[in-house]
């Protein structure tokens, strides 16, 4: 398939609120089945307790017993970026590079994609819908045990499926050390057997599913992220916006190409690279028990200040799983962050305020991240550490909200973590001041730097609930 059949495919996709499921109430319906018969057990357990997993001498850290997996590690943070020169946490290392994919088959003339639903131990409601594939090197080579994930053939095999997208992107900065996955869609052209843990979903349905709180999880949005709204190298196809409601039409332009742009191309990624270039970041190891302001127990690693993660410990049976029982460390949140974006009509155009972030964990330094990222806002709203432009998104009448959901954050590896991620326009004549390592974007320009892997996980995560090209109902 060409790079335009492509994503025209996708742009139809999209637009499909109807396919193997008539409707969303049938997607929903087939969900809740799911979600009353397969049932879940995750219990906390002390880390000392964990089957497989133990502190590991010189340096500290907690790992697994096959030396797979992930080890928990601890790191200081030294930086001239931000207000925080200085810092020690825990930090995942997982340095294996995982897969997450989509299958995607043409059904009655639409492209589908085939979705699991999925337990997760840290999911606050456990079972969410994921790729067709989510899988670490580790679980695919089958390490603790069980079988190998369903379908994984398509995305390993070369020629069982012609690849659409196939891509390394980078996981959150603040928690992960250097870890990135391969975001993959892979079309096959004949009929595949579908497991009933699976469904076929159109992209439409998808971005349905993602206006609902908690359904679609992190690692089927960072995937669906990076598939085109519609084709940015050209201009609208102006017979699409009548029936597209205001602020959707305009998402859909500011996807589509434009001349109307504040900065070239060129310029954005000159902007980055002065980031990269400007602000420094050294991050040494250390053992866990030499963190400052943190302590290791044999239940839990917490922070003195109850303001930060913590790492706990659980154990879990899920039947419908590779392996049925196993245990694991996560990283625990309290409370509820806060991940968005402002937008503004400028030139024309809807542009996107994003802004230059830089965590411990990036491979190459400074990334595009959202307007604002802010974990526990509820404690930190009121606090000099409140970061720039929070008010416009607590605030209802400094903006128009666009959108306003409770995401999860990955499951595997955080226990009840979730961001508020919202979309705040602001009126064009409202004047934002905004620092240096701000800037503001159109939606084409920015997937063009998410594709090439600029684009954090939160930001990826955001693009991925734009609705641009839903219909109304």
Known sequence: MSTTATRLAFSRSCRATSGVFSDMEAVMAWFAAKDRRDRFEVRRASLAALDQWGFLPDPLRL???????????GIRVETDFGPVPSWD??????????????????????????????????????????????????????????????YLEYFTEPGLAEVLLDQLQP?????????????MV?????????????????????????????LVNMDARTVVSLIPLADPDEPPDTSRLEDLSPFRRDVYLSFCRS??????MDAVMSWLTKGKAAASMRVSP???????????AEDAIRHETGLYFSVIGVDVTAHTREATCWSQPLLHHEGLGLVGFLCQNQWGVLHFLVRGSLEPGNRDGMEIGPTVACSEVAARSGRACAPQFLEYFLDSALGAVRYDAVQSEEGGRFHHFQNRYMIVEISPGTVVDAPGHYLWLTLGQLWRMARHGHVNIEARNLLACMGAVERRS
């Not at 979903?201 to 349905?208: E, R």
């Not at 250390?286 to 290791?296: A, F, I, Q, T």
């Open 259 to 264: 001349e109307r742009e504040r900065h070239t």
């Open 89 to 150: 946490q825990p930090i995942i290392n997982q340095p294996e590079v995982g897969i997450l994919g989509l299958l995607a088959r043409e059904i009655d003339g639409v492209l589908h994609f085939l979705m699991q639903a999925k337990m997760e131990p840290g999911n606050v409601n456990v079972l969410q819908l994921s790729p067709t594939v989510q899988a670490t090197r580790s679980n695919y080579s089958r390490v603790h045990g069980g079988h190998a994930p369903r």
């Open 186 to 214: 892979v079309l096959v052209s004949h009929d595949v057997p579908v497991h009933e843990d699976f469904a076929w979903m159109t992209l439409g349905q998808l971005k349905a599913l993602l206006a609902r709180d908690n």
């Open 63 to 73: 790992g697994h017993s096959s030396g797979k997996f992930f080890t928990i590690e």
């Open 171 to 183: 996981e959150q900065g603040a928690r992960f050390l250097r870890k990135r996955n391969r975001n």
């Open 286 to 296: 250390l053992p866990l028990d030499g963190l400052r302001g943190w302590s290791v």
